[in-house]
Nanobody
Framework: VQLQAFGGGLVQAGGSLRLSCAAS????????MGWYRQSPGKQRESVATIDVGGSTNYADSVEGRFTISRDNAKNTMYLQINLLQPEDTAVYYC???????????WGQGTLVTVSS
């Protein structure tokens, strides 16, 4: 299984980005998924998750600004990020976990840098 995350970049505070995570799996729909981020000197943290039924959860710090979604037909997960703040600067990683076997996979990360 390979995950490819892309869509990061340098944006000004208040701007938006859309991250994508494409997965090379045969049964994308049976995976729970999420986006995590890691800033320099900090631990990796969960940002948003979406399960096989489409239920979502968000970290308090991003609630109302980030939207996670998935397109099972395209084997792709998305993270729409609005109203970016400098503290959102981090490497963003996508993560998949099989809902039954609990096998999990990480993408390589995409860097989001927000300038003030």
């Amino acid at each position: 299984v390979q995950l490819q995350a892309f869509g990061g970049g340098l944006v000004q505070a208040g701007g938006s980005l859309r991250l994508s995570c494409a997965a090379s799996v045969s049964t994308f729909s049976v995976y729970n998924m999420g986006w995590y981020r890691q800033s320099p000197g900090k631990q990796r943290e969960s940002v948003a998750t979406i399960d096989v039924g489409g239920s979502t959860n968000y970290a308090d710090s991003v609630e109302g600004r980030f939207t996670i979604s998935r397109d099972n037909a395209k084997n792709t997960m998305y993270l729409q990020i609005n109203l970016l703040q400098p503290e959102d600067t981090a490497v963003y990683y996508c993560h998949l976990m099989h809902r039954v076997w609990r096998s999990d996979y990480w993408g390589q990360g995409t860097l989001v840098t927000v300038s003030s």
